[in-house]
C-alpha cells in the first residue's frame, strides 16, 4: 500500500510485578515479572480489520488497554498517522485519544449505572469539550439511531440497567463513535452477551467500520469469530504474537502449533479429539520456566532440540508466505 | 445498584435508625420555631434569680434570673447548629483528602494516610482544649477547632469507597476518553460515594454535640451563644451541683444532649450499614 | 434403554414478582453410554434442569411437580437420606464454575477421600487410596498432584479434580453444567475429549450442559434445545445440524460464526426472551418468530415426535421442516 500504515507498533513489552506467594519468596524478593505484552509489533492499515486472538491471559487485552493508554508500556514505540505516542507531548497524547476508542467486554461494568443514556453517549464530547448542552438531544439520538437502538427517543433518557446486554454493548459502541474515531478497538465484545445477540453486534460493527471507513482491533479468543469480522489475524501466546498474516492464510493454512490446535479444535472438534496427540501434547503441562526455549515449546508436539534459542526464549517471526509470519523453528 | 430510594428502604427496616430520625425531627422542629416556643426570651431576665420551678418557670432560673427552659429551648439552636457546621468542616476536608488519596493512590495516598493515623493517635480533647484555649472562645472557633480536628476518620472511611468505585470499568472508561481527574471525580466517583459522605456527616455531627458540650463546659464555649454546653458551664460554676438545682439546670440539658446524640448515632450507624461495603452484610442483603 | 427418564418436571423461582417458571414440564430420557447435550442461552433454564433432576434445587426454587426415575428408582419418592446415598453413587453432579467447587484450604487427596468416605464407609482405608491414584490418573492427572492444594493447579487441572471427584463413586450418570466454560479453547477441548473417554470407558450416560451448540454438537450424539425453560426441539445432533425443525433451532444455527461458514452473513435472532414471571398462553417464541401465525398465540404447542427419534415443540415443524417419514 502507498500510504504509511494508520499504527504502527513495535517492541512493546509491558512486564507486571505479581507478587510471589510466602513460599516461593526469596529473601528480600517478594516479585516476580510477569511478561504481560512481549515484544509485540504490527502495522495497521487504513480501513482494515486485525484481529487479536488468544487464550485468557496471553496478552491480548493488555495490548488493547496499552493502545488507548490505560496501561503504560516499559518499552516500544507506537506510531498512529506518523506520530509518535509514547513520547511525552501531551499535545499528540491528546489528540491520540481522541482518535482511539475502545469497546470493552464488559457492557455491565463499563458504562456508569447512574447516568442516562444521553448523558453516556455524549460524555466523550464533553469530556472533549466540543458540544453545547442543546445539542445532546440530537447527536445521542443521532448515534442511538446509528447502532440499531430504535426509536431513539426512547432510549434517550433511560438507564442502562434498563437494557439488555446487547443493547449496552450498542451504547457502548455509539459512545466510542461519538468522537468519530481512525481506530475503533474492540475488546471481546460479544463474550459476555447471549450467542443470539451476539450476531447483530458482530454486524453493527462490520457495517460501522465499512461506512466510516475506520480501522478496527478485534480482540477475541474465538477464531471463527475473528475470521468473521477480519481482514488479518494475529495469533499471540504467552504475551508474544506467535503467527500474523491474512485471514484466509491464518484459517487454511496455518503454520505454528498453536493455531493448527485452534483451527482444528474450531473446526473440527470430533476430529481434534480423535487425534489430539497429532496437535497438543495432551496432560496439563504447567510447570514450565520460562526462558531458553520457544514459549510454546512445553506442549508443543513438534518440538525438538532446535526450539531451544538463547535470549529470552522468543523465536522470531519468520516471513514463511508473503505477508504471513510464524514464529516456529520448523516452520520455514 | 444501591439507588437513593433502596437505601431510603433499607433505612426504614432498620428500628433504630426510623426512631432517630423521630427524634432528630423533634429536635429540629423545637430548634427552627424556638420563638414560638419558649415561654420567655433567654436573654431577659424575667424573673429573681434562683428560683425553683413553678408554673410560671417550668424549669426554675438562673443566677441572673433568666428562664432556664427557655435557654435550654434556645440552646438545641446552638447546638444543632454547631453539631452540623464543625461535621460539615470535618467532611470537606475529610473528602477532600479521602478522595485525593484513594483515587490518586501512590505516594501521595501513602503522605495523606499517614497524616491520617497521627491524626487518629493523637488524644483529641486535649488538643482541641489546647487549641480553643488558645484561639479564645467564639462560635466560629469552636466550629473551626472541633472540624479541623475531627476528618481523620471520615477521610479513611471516603478513601476506602473511592477505592473501590475508581476499579469500576466505568471509571476506566472515562479516563480512556481523556478525562481529567477532577472530572472524574466530580462526575463519577463523587456520587456514589454521596450516601457514605452523608452517613459520616450524621456520625460527626453526633460526636461534634458531644465535644461542644465538653468544650463549652469547660469554659471554653462562646459565653454569649446559649447552647446546652453553656448552660451547663454556668450552672457548675453557680454551684448548681451542691444544691437541689442540679435536678433543673443539670439534668435536662444533660438528657437532652444524650438523647440528641443517641439519635444522630442511631441514624448515623443504620445509614453506614447499609452503604459502607465492608458493614453491609449486617443489613437486608 | 433409558437410565434416567423425566417426566413432567417443572421448577419455579418464587420471586417477588411472582413465580418465574424455570423449567417447564421437562421430559427426557438419557441413554446408557449416550452423551445428550442440553443447549440454550443464559435463563433458559437448563442448569435448573440440571439440578431440579438431582432435585437438589433450593430455595428459592421450588419443584412443583414430575417424576425423575433413575434405573427404574423414582428419586421423588426417596427420604432426604437415601437421596443423598444416590447421589454420587448412581449419579454426580459437575458443576458450572467447578474451579471453585474445591475447598481451598484442604488438600486434593483429602478432598476426594472424604467424598469416597461418606458415600462407601466400608470400604478400607488404603483401598480408597489406590482408587484415588486410579481416579487421578484416568482424568490425565499427574497422581503426585493429590498432595497439592487447590491453588496450585490451573484451570484446567482443577477442572480434572472436579470430574475425577464425580468419577469417584461409580455413577451411572453424570450431569456436567457448563464443565467448560471460562477455561482455554485448547483446554476446554481436551476436557472434552476426556469426558468422551470416560463416557466410553465407564458407559456413562452423561447430559451435557452448554450455551455452546458448536461445541456440543461435535461431542453429543443426541442435542436437546431449550428456550424460556422449556425443552423445544430434542433428536440426534445430525438430524438437528441437517434438518432442524424448530423456528428457534434454526434461528441459532445460522446466528453462529463458523469456521467453514466465515463468509456467510450471520443473522441475530431479532427481540428478547420473556419475562418468565408472565403467564403465557401459546408459544413462548412466537414474538421473535418469523413464522407465527394465529395459533401460535392461542395454543401452546406440545413437544412432540415429528420423526422418528426426532422430536419438536412447533405446531408448524411438519410444514417447515423437511421430515422424513417413516
Redesign the interface.
Known sequence: MADAPLLTVAKVRKTFRQKLRWSERKLGDDYKNVFAVDDVSFALERGETLGIIG??GCGKSTTARIL???VRPDSGSIIFQGKEILGNRASDV?AY??EV??V?Q?PY??????MRLKDIIC??LV??GNIQDNRKTAIAEELLDHVGLNPPNEYLNRFT?EL?G?QRQRV?IA?ALA?RPKLLIADEPTSML??????????LLRSLILEHRMSMIFIT?????A??MCDRIAVMYKGRIIEIGK?DEV?NTPQHP?TK???Q??????G??SE?EHY?L???V?SFEQGGHCCFAPGCVCRDGECHCQDQGSQELIEVSPEHFVACAHCH | MKTTNNVFRLFLKGKAGVVGLVILSAFILVAVFAPLISPYPPYERVGTPFEQPSIKHLLGTNDIGQDILSEIIYGTRISLLIGILSAGVSLVIGTIVGMTAGYLGGKVDAVLMRAVDLNLVIPMLPLMILLAAFLGPSFWNIVLVIGILSWASPARVIRSQVLTIKNKGYVEAVEVLGAKPFYTIVKHILPPTMSIIISQLILMSSRAILTEASLSFLGLGDPTQKSWGIILYYAQARSAFLTDAWLWWILPPGILITILVISFAYIGNTLEEIVNPRLRRNVGK | MAVLEVRGLTTVYKTQNGDALALDCLDLDLDKGEMLGLIGESGCGKTTAGYSILRSIKYPGVILQGTVRLAGTDLAQLSEAELRKHLWKEIAMIPQCAMNALNPSHKINSQIFEAIEVHEPKTPKNEIQARIDTLLNSVGLNSRWKDSYPHKLSGGMKQRVVIAMALACNPKIIIADEATTGLDVLVQAQIMALLKKIQIEHDLGILLISHDLAMVSQVCERIGIMYAGSLVELGSTDRILENALHPYTKALLTSQVSLHGIHKIVKPIEGIVPSLTEKFIGCKFRDRCKHRRELCGIEMPKLEEIERGHWCACHFSRELGDVIHG
Open positions: 487464550e485468557s488507548v493508554g490505560l491528546a485519544r481522541k476508542q475502545i470493552f464488559d461494568e463499563y458504562l456508569n449505572p447512574r460524555e466523550p469530556i472533549n440497567h439488555s446487547g457502548a459512545r468522537l447471549d450467542v443470539s445477540v451476539r450476531a447483530g453486534i458482530l454486524n479468543h474465538d477464531i471463527a469469530t475470521g468473521y485471514r484459517i498453536y490446535a485452534l483451527v479444535v474450531c473446526d473440527n472438534l470430533q481434534f479429539i489430539r497438543i495432551d496432560g496439563e504447567d
